[in-house]
């Protein structure tokens, strides 16, 4: 199993540009979520979902987008970059069964840098 | 009040010690309790649940206090390889898949 991927690992934008930062998972898992690490900072939740055709916001969710059209893909589309958007993001998956929904499994980051 | 709050630190330690800190957390109600660990530049990986009073994996174990709403980590017999970020996690109530995270405490273990 590759658990979860994330593509690109780096990625520099210009203010304004739009892009996508891909996620997938093959471990079945019904969550999947999105979050910022900023320095200083816990990681905070842009999106989640808890399964194919549902996704709602969390703690940051201007500025992003998602959907999730299968279990295993869950993209995250940043609409018009900022500089604020600068970080670290790290994509995750969970299973609903019993009680490992806080045992997430996450990617290994897309460092993005907008300027 | 942040939900999740941790000691930044950090500890530096010598090998062969014990660490201990601490994370507090706001919500009375929440039942499960998760440390993860992260190293420099990496993805956090899961170190230890808490579902009950607390969990002991090899020299690492977790107390969960709920009367003062705090979860320690204790390292003993410090190692090299232990020296990371740890990261306090409380799902939310009553949708526990939405984690809070505190912003992490740095051990860092000398030779």
């Known amino acids: 199993n590759a658990g979860v991927t994330q593509t690109p690992k780096f990625q520099v934008l210009k203010t304004g540009q739009s892009m996508t930062l891909q996620c997938a998972q093959d471990?079945?898992?019904?969550?999947m979520s999105w979050y910022r690490q900023d320095p200083g900072m816990g990681l905070r939740l842009i999106h989640y979902s808890v399964g194919a055709g549902i996704t709602d916001q969390g703690e940051v969710p201007n500025g992003y987008n998602v959907s999730r059209s299968t279990t295993e893909d869950f993209p995250l589309r940043l609409l018009s970059a900022a500089p604020s958007q600068t970080s670290v993001y790290f994509c995750a998956s969970s299973s609903k069964r019993g009680r490992a929904e806080g045992e997430q499994y996450f990617g290994p980051g897309t460092r993005l840098t907008v300027t | 009040r942040k939900e999740v709050e941790q000691d930044p630190g950090p500890f530096n330690v010598p090998e062969g010690a014990t660490v201990a800190f601490n994370c507090t957390y706001s919500n009375s109600a929440s039942q499960s309790f998760f440390w993860y660990r992260q190293d420099c530049r990496k993805e956090p990986k899961l170190l230890m649940s808490v579902y009950s009073s607390g969990n002991e994996d090899g020299r690492f174990t977790a107390q969960l206090n709920r009367a003062s709403q705090y979860i320690s980590l204790l390292i003993r017999d410090s190692k090299l390889s232990d020296s990371a970020t740890y990261l306090c996690?409380?799902?939310?109530?009553?949708?526990?898949?939405?984690?809070?995270f505190g912003a992490g405490t740095t051990v860092t273990v000398r030779a």
């Open positions: 471990m079945n898992h019904e969550y």
């Open positions: 996690v409380v799902p939310g109530v009553p949708n526990d898949y939405k984690l809070s």
